[in-house]
């Protein structure tokens, strides 16, 4: 039995893992999950998985919540502490890490810490804090492996090479909901629009992400700490249709794809898996109708995330943290109203310009720095 603990258990990912869970409830166990405010759904989740350990992320909650809701046999744990004991936890073999945003990285790194091996969807983590991370993975032996479809998909395909004979990977985008749409048409978009997503049913934050196509930028600094790679190694293209997750290209010019229909089950259960593959979860393609798939180079005018998250990537050290935290801000202020679809990224433009750079921050230093980035946009005007 794989003994799991699944943070961010009531999202979009969490309820997906537990999908994958049902499928193999004779090799993976839950010893744990945990959440922010949503107790009841995860009472609830307790009572079907009877898991050892339940963590409330928001300590507030502590004097409000139904304990009889819970499993009796479930321990209740709140707040950050409770997060990162269970991604600590001795039983434990493999951490799902998919709390959104930079609040997914005390548990991330509590796991890495722990010397877990860590499916991680938090890409968060990794554009804050990627270069630190993957350094105390390899002090501790904790194992990364990727949930993100992408960088699942490109971990897939660079299995049939070596390092050395890579010559880029390239990562495909949906396009988001306004695919072809140009910058003056962006001055209109409201969060239903951008809550709705082409081909993929996500969390909030990340459809929002795809739609501004800072989730490709956030990809790009993701791929370029898990896999190592140079600037010039990475790309993107435009693929409406979101079956081909990614491409390997290697030396001899052979591209690679890894293909599905799109559908989380899959890399939430490779990461889960491998280096096993098992039957699963996920739906197959359709041979049997025909279906056209297309590609086309991104428009870098109308979505300057693109370019942002290329130069992020390349600059490294308090980049990523000040981006990410000003990405996210700027995505609650949008949703809230306060802020237009097309002052995204140029907000978060001028707040990557204004801070004082720093090649090799520690988690501290990255930590301030994400906090100034998010009362910088607060006042963004
Ligand atoms: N959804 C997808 O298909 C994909 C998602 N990802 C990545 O996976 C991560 C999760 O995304 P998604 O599942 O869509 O997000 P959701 O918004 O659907 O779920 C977020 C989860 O995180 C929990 N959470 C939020 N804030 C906190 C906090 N401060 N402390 C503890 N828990 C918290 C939520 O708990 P509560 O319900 O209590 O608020 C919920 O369980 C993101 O990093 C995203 O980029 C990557 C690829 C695909
Ligand atoms: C499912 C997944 O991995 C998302 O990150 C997805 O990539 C979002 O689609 P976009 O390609 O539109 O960003
Ligand atoms: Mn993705």
């Known amino acids: 039995m794989t003994e799991i603990a699944l943070l961010g258990s009531t999202g979009s990912i969490g309820t997906s893992t537990l999908e994958v869970l049902r499928q193999h409830s004779d090799r993976l166990q839950l010893r744990g999950i945990a959440a922010h405010r949503s107790w009841q759904q995860l009472a609830q989740q307790t009572q079907e998985f009877q898991p050892a350990i339940a963590v409330v992320g928001d300590e507030t909650l502590r004097t409000e919540i139904d304990r009889t809701a819970f499993h009796p046999e479930t321990e209740i744990r709140f707040g950050q502490e409770g997060i990162e004991s269970l991604a600590a936890d001795s039983e434990v073999d493999t951490v799902v890490s998919a709390i959104v945003g930079a609040a997914g990285l005390g548990g991330t790194w509590a796991a890495v810490e722990a010397g877990k091996r860590v499916a991680i969807a938090n890409k968060e983590t990794l554009v804050v804090a990627g270069p630190i991370v993957k350094a105390l993975a390899e002090k501790t032996g904790a194992i990364l492996l990727p949930v993100d479809s992408e960088h699942s998909a490109l971990f897939q395909c660079l299995q049939a090479g070596r390092r050395e004979e890579l010559k880029r990977i390239i990562l495909t985008a949906s396009g988001g909901p306004f695919r072809g749409w140009k910058k003056d048409q962006l001055r209109e978009v409201t969060p239903e629009m951008a809550l709705d997503h082409p081909t993929w049913n996500m969390g909030p934050k990340i459809t929002i992400d795809s739609a501004t196509l800072m989730n490709k930028a956030l990809e790009i600094i993701e791929a ?3 896999f ?3 600037d010039s190694e990475i ?13 390997v290209e290697f030396n001899d ?6 293909l599905s229909p799109p559908d989380m ?3 939430i259960q490779y990461a889960l898996t491998w280096p096993e593959r098992w039957e699963g979860a996920a739906q197959a393609m359709d041979w049997t109708q025909m279906f056209s798939l297309e590609f086309h180079p991104p428009d870098h005018d109308a979505f300057p995330a693109l370019q942002l998250g290329l130069e992020t990537a390349s600059r490294g050290g308090t980049a990523g943290a000040v981006l990410n935290a000003a990405n996210e801000a700027a995505v609650q202020r949008f949703l809230d109203g306060s802020l237009r679809f097309d002052q995204i990224v140029l907000a978060i433009q001028d707040i990557l310009k204004a801070h004082h750079f720093d090649p090799s921050p520690d988690l501290h230093e990255l930590k301030k720095w994400d906090r ?3 009362e910088e946009m607060k006042k963004w005007n």
């Not at 790309?235 to 491409?247: A, K, L, N, T, Y």
Request: aromatic share 10%.
């Open 265 to 267: 089950k899959l890399p």
């Open 228 to 230: 190592d790679l140079a």
């Open 372 to 374: 100034w980035a998010r």
């Open 235 to 247: 790309e993107v293209m435009i693929h409406p249709q979101s079956i081909v997750h990614s491409f």
């Open 253 to 258: 010019n052979s591209v690679l794809a890894q």
């Open 224 to 226: 370029k700490w898990l």
